[in-house]
Each structure stands twice: as C-alpha cells, then as structure tokens.
C-alpha cells in the first residue's frame, strides 16, 4: 500500500511539475530576482549572483544611438538566444558614473537575465547633476532606436522605467506623441509627485505622504552641487554669478549672511539663498 501511495505521489509531482513548469520557473527566477536585488555583496560582481544559479550570462554591447547632431552613448543587454523578448529603457536618475555605477550594470544584467533585453542610456543632465530637457528627447530617441531592433525586440512589450529624479524626464518621454502608443508599461522608482515636497526634503530632510512622516538627515554635498550646477536658470546674470560664489562657500561648509558677496545679492537672490539654508520644514511653502 505504501509503495503504490509513494508511486502515485511521485507521478503527481511530475504530472504538476510538467504541467506547471513554467509558473514554477517564473516564480523561482522572481524570487532569485528579488534576491539579488537585496544583496550587496556582489554588487562589483553581478556573474555570482542568485540568478546566475539557472540563467546565461547576458552579452553587453556599447553603442552611440544618433540623436540630431550627436550620439547618446548606451549600453544594450541581452540573451544570445536568438528569440525576440519583452524591452525596456532602463533610465538612471542624477549620479556622476551615468550608465557605469555599479548598481544600475547590475541591476540591468538582472532584468536580462530574467528574460529582458535591456538598453541603458547616459543622459547628459542627470550625469552632470543638471536639469536639461533634451534629456527627455534622449530616452524617446533610446526608445525608438530599441523598437528598430526587431530582430531582438517583441514591439508589443516595450517599456520604461526611470529611477529617482530620472522618473519625471522618463515619464514625460513616455508621452511623448511619437513614442506613447507603443509604450505597453511604465515604471517609477523613487519618484515624485509633489515638487515642493521634494525641495522640503531635499534643503530639510522632512518627507510626508498621507499618514506616513519622518526625517532623514539632508546631504549638504549633493544639495549645493546640485544648485550650483543649475544657477544659470536664475534669470538675474548678476546674482547668478554671486550664487556661485555663495553656493561654493556653503558648499565648504561657510556660511555667507553677512558677508560682502551676500550682501551685494538681490532680494531675489536672497530670497533663493533663505529657501536653500532653511532648515524649517514649516518656512518652506512660503520661501517657494
């Protein structure tokens, strides 16, 4: 009796297995998926990670996408399987090594791994800590010059997904009148909604959304690099060259009220330098 119960269990997990092979694979890659996601041990070495138990490693391919009178540098990432897959445009959002930093190479050879064929492009803006609208224009040109791969390609599962501040110019791309009907998907990790609440954590370190509040100390470094970057959208030529200055002495950890160079700021300068320093979370609404 025994031996015909433990026969027929044994047929029934192969007849399960057999017959949901490929749920049980999915779910077995997202949870190794998930499980590189959390591991930062490998991060300089992606080839040890979980899903490198059962997956290929993905080929990576440097390409220049023209885009009008330049090329936008990109890395491809893909299965040398010959079978068209499911893409996505994966954005990075204001960091110094664009494309390179070691957890978006990681982060993109995981999704193609998983069965993505992937294209990272670097954004001029987002990599020099600038905010520059043709960094839209380059994930549409991204976007469409990864749907012309159709070799590779499935067209009726192409996406996007932008990290950070990179979600707001990628959400935008997908808009986009030329690119927007082909867009089956869109992804946003750790956007924003509200900008005034992203320069209310940003100068204060307070975020809230709904029921949820709590404080995480600001980084002086990224904030005055980040203004000092983008004061040439200051519309007075004369401020924007003290606020250089002035964001150049914080920056090194000096303070300026009182000092010659803010003195001779206008009260629109001023009034920029206040909402930059405030560290009220309660002040910031009126400073906008």
């Known amino acids: 009796m025994r031996k015909r119960l433990a026969i027929f269990l044994s047929f029934s997990l192969v007849f399960v297995v057999i017959v949901f092979y490929s749920q049980i694979r999915l779910g077995v890659l997202t949870g190794l998926f998930l499980w590189d996601l959390l591991d930062d041990k490998n991060l300089q070495h992606p080839e040890r990670g979980a899903l490198a138990w059962m997956t290929?490693?993905?080929s990576t391919e440097r390409l220049q996408i023209p885009q009008e009178e330049r090329n936008i540098p990109a890395d491809l990432y893909f299965l040398k399987d010959g079978r068209r897959r499911a893409a996505i445009v994966l954005t990075h959002g204001i960091i110094e090594d664009g494309k390179d930093d070691p957890r978006l190479v990681r982060f993109a050879q995981?999704?193609?791994?998983?069965?993505?064929?992937?294209?990272?492009?670097?954004?001029?803006g987002m990599k020099s800590f600038r905010i520059l609208?043709?960094?839209?224009?380059?994930i549409v040109a991204s976007f469409n010059y990864l749907s012309s791969l159709k070799h590779r390609v499935d067209?009726?599962?192409m996406g996007l997904m932008g990290f950070s501040y990179g979600a707001?110019?990628?959400?935008?791309?997908?808009?986009?009148?030329?690119?927007?009907?082909?867009v089956k998907f869109l992804v946003s990790f750790?956007?924003?909604?509200?900008?005034?609440n992203v320069i209310r954590f940003i100068t204060t370190g307070t975020y809230e959304y709904k029921n949820e509040r709590g404080f995480l100390k600001p980084d002086p470094y990224g904030k005055w690099v980040f203004f000092m970057n983008n004061v040439d959208y200051v519309e007075n030529k004369?401020?924007?060259?003290?606020?250089?200055?002035?964001?150049?002495?914080e920056q090194k950890g000096n303070k300026n009220e009182g000092t010659e160079v803010f003195q001779k700021l206008s009260p629109q300068g001023r009034y920029?330098?206040?909402l930059l320093v405030n560290e009220d979370p309660r002040r910031v609404d009126a400073l906008v």
């Not at 707001?168 to 082909?182: D, E, F």
């Not at 750790?190 to 005034?196: E, F, K, L, N, R």
């Not at 004369?238 to 002495?249: I, S």
């Open 56 to 58: 290929p490693a993905p």
């Open 110 to 124: 995981s999704l193609a791994r998983a069965g993505f064929v992937v294209l990272v492009p670097e954004l001029k």
């Open 133 to 138: 609208f043709s960094d839209v224009d380059d």
């Open 155 to 157: 067209e009726e599962k």
């Open 168 to 182: 707001g110019p990628t959400l935008m791309a997908a808009a986009s009148p030329s690119i927007r009907g082909q």
């Open 190 to 196: 750790g956007g924003y909604y509200d900008p005034v």
């Open 238 to 249: 004369h401020d924007q060259k003290l606020l250089r200055v002035v964001f150049d002495n």
């Open 272 to 274: 920029l330098y206040d």
